[in-house]
């Protein structure tokens, strides 16, 4: 990606595999100013995230990121059915106003609810639009517009979760097979002490999946923040592939991410 | 009702019966400040509305207001099926932003859906709960909540109707029968031309209802608006009984308004 | 304009000048069914509004209009100080939640607010930024973003008036010397028993504004609300200018509009 | 505080000061349902911050705390000018939406503002009023309403702090002083790797502060969460007071949370 930045200009980006996301057996961060080599200062994130933080000078900052991952086969260790962490993601946040929305949950999807019937119903229900959503759109405006992007899909699965009191959180991966191919947003759900993971615009197999960063909703895994100064996306491109051919997914037996 | 009123105060009132509602044959309203008899003006409002502006010094300001209606048994004549008036109650309003939930409602009733649908699925759904909403609740928060009182029903009804095509508007109206006894908020939807008079709280039988305001939603029936001053509501009782017993309602046969 | 419409699509357009916005020397208004004359009916709308209502089959739907006005020097007769027409104009609506703004409004604008000074501060205030606003962007939300389009700045002014118990409407015209051309947007406020027309975005002059349809808010002006079917517009030109030079506006004194 | 509670009930109580509050020398956690003692799960929360999870049958459940705290006067260790915890608290969250009020930061801010500048223009502007607000209001509803409860104007202070790139969180405390007395909620602002703490409100000396719940804002701090089945508020008290005599506070100095 590229962009035209101003003097003093800091950014944050998320846009490497979280340290949990498998082997990484090969990796290329470059970032260069005007085509000369800048500097970048690796922070730890939650979840295994990896924050990126780039100090720039006026111009035009290129950022290029290449990586190969060898997903692992063993997802994270069930965790207790109640602990802080699933506390955490019960908590209404920014684009997922889950305490406003407990009466619509409880009315329309009944008492037996499960991560993988909210998933569902999602899927079966919203129309998958670009452009019909903006940054500041939340699970409540999606589920009245009944249309939005892979983010306004997890948001409106994840605030749905919390209002049955199901913890939910939000990943952002990169998803080999998503067309057209992006940065991507699936669900985390806690059931039975284990996050398992949830697509539900099922655009994507969810074992191929690499984890970048983990959080509330989308407010928490944007690919850059301007923590300082200003600077302009000019351009933008991502690429996912796997080696091989992609696996398949019927979207309903469990799958956790690594 | 009573309010505490500063210098200087005007209120407009919309608490008598529309002039299109029925026969007074009886009518009394008094305003005193202080014991002494105020002045009030009478200005025509929509739909036959009629406002009452009342212009105070400071002080205990009393509001009593009486009448007797025969309702008439003749509703409005039916209007074309698509005049200026049905465009209007098409309109997103204040507390009924039917611009933003055209998707939801499009995909939750269905191609078929009727004005008569719509009020009994909120019916079936909603929970009545005083206490759950304020002033400010719009019709996309309720069905977030799936709770409200009379005027919530009112606007989720209304928004969805004006989101499947079909105008609807809000009727202020006296109640006989209604428990707790207050004033009552139901929807005229157009029907063929008609304006059909339906209560998805389903709580008082829609023939002996009076129509005091007609309009988008709450906005323009707030029965006491301050125009200038401050006043402060003290103390507020409404009554409406109807001669020999309160009729029988199916909820289901088509009703007009006086 | 064309539009991609589907079968049995119905518009309702407001383009033409409304019957009180001066006389009309020549007019035109052509509407093409994939190069076939289609059929239109008009309606009156509030204020001397015209609606014209185009039913249509399927197929490219072109619509041209062309007129020539003589703006009238006479604004309309000064009302009553507090006329039904003033308490609706004092009422919240969609895009103007004045009922959610009433403390802010008092404490940003002080005691002795004037529609004038309403108008200045938001045009010293606001950032012109087209693109930064959607079609469900209220009052409140523009107030928090601090930039928009003229519509932005027209529900913004509107609210912060009906907040401090001025009556405010939106006007939407013809307005020659607009950059980049468009439809545009203005206020009317009442003062003194007079509209008085305020352009918050002081992008026009306001002596040669032709007005088109007036209301609560964008919701009442929509320059093409489809009432049945699905039209896509596809292509949208807009041209208004004067004979002879554009007049100056210093945007300071009181303006009528015709 | 008493609840009536569901069988089945869980109960995420954070009421007990965090473990870096100070020195705890008596503490008394006493749940009790129908009069029997009954269990609770210590949970490490962040911050330092303790969960007490409670499972309840059916009945009267009856929870007191009491402790007595010497607070410690030296604040955590100053962190690095950008850390993953001054990046999380950067962030837009439910209440404190940040991302939509950029524009009016700005403009209302200047270029130069601190989070004692922000803390000030909250607490000279805000009428403190309890009543005014609900459960879901949002910082952007406090700003339209100017009014509010200690938490709406925490949050009004951490979402303009956050759109001005000040790293800002919500505290809630135990506050002795504090008039009528109650759980309180106060802002932490990153200045120069620190963590200040404001209060807006100027309602009780800083000094005194016992922090319980630190989070993004009042969704990670609620003093009770229902986590299973249900529980309904009967009674509620809260005491807090020092030995000897209140300290004063400027609200001007410096101060931070132990």
Redesign the interface.
């Not at 019960?90 to 920014?94: C, P």
């Given at each position: 990606m590229t962009f035209a930045v101003e003097p003093g200009t800091?950014l944050?980006m998320q846009i490497a595999p979280a340290g949990t996301a498998g082997n990484l057996t090969v990796e290329q961060f470059t970032v260069t100013l005007d085509g000369q080599p800048a500097a970048v200062t690796e922070?730890?994130?939650?979840h295994g995230g990896r924050?990126h933080?780039v100090r720039s000078n006026a111009g035009r900052l290129q950022i290029a990121y290449t990586a190969t991952v060898r997903p692992t086969s063993a997802g994270p260790a069930p965790g207790d059915a109640?602990?802080?962490e699933a506390?955490?993601y019960?908590?209404?946040?920014?684009y997922c106003?889950s305490?406003?929305?407990?009466?619509?949950a409880?009315?329309e999807l009944g008492p037996d609810t499960t991560a993988d019937t909210i998933a569902e119903w999602v899927f079966e229900?919203l129309?998958y639009v670009l452009g019909t959503s903006?940054?500041?759109t939340t699970a409540?405006?999606t589920?009245?517009?009944?249309?939005g992007a892979c983010r306004d899909f997890a948001h409106l699965t994840i605030a749905l979760c919390r209002a049955r009191?199901i913890p939910a959180r939000l990943a952002a991966v990169y998803a080999p097979g998503l067309t057209p191919m992006d940065f991507h947003a699936v669900v985390e759900a806690r059931v039975d002490g284990t996050w398992r993971v949830l697509d539900p615009t099922r655009l994507a197999p969810r074992s191929s999946l690499v984890r970048i960063a983990t959080g509330r909703d989308a407010?928490?895994t944007a690919f850059a923040?301007t923590?300082?100064g200003d600077a302009e996306l000019l351009t933008f491109e991502v690429t996912a592939h796997t080696d091989g051919d992609l696996p398949s997914d019927d979207h309903t037996t469990p799958v956790t991410l690594a």
């Open positions: 800091v944050a922070l730890a994130g939650d924050l933080v109640l602990d802080t506390i955490t019960l908590r209404q946040s920014r106003p305490d406003a929305m407990v009466g619509f409880g009315v229900r129309a903006g940054p500041t409540l405006e589920l009245a517009a009944n249309a009191g407010a928490d923040t923590l300082a």
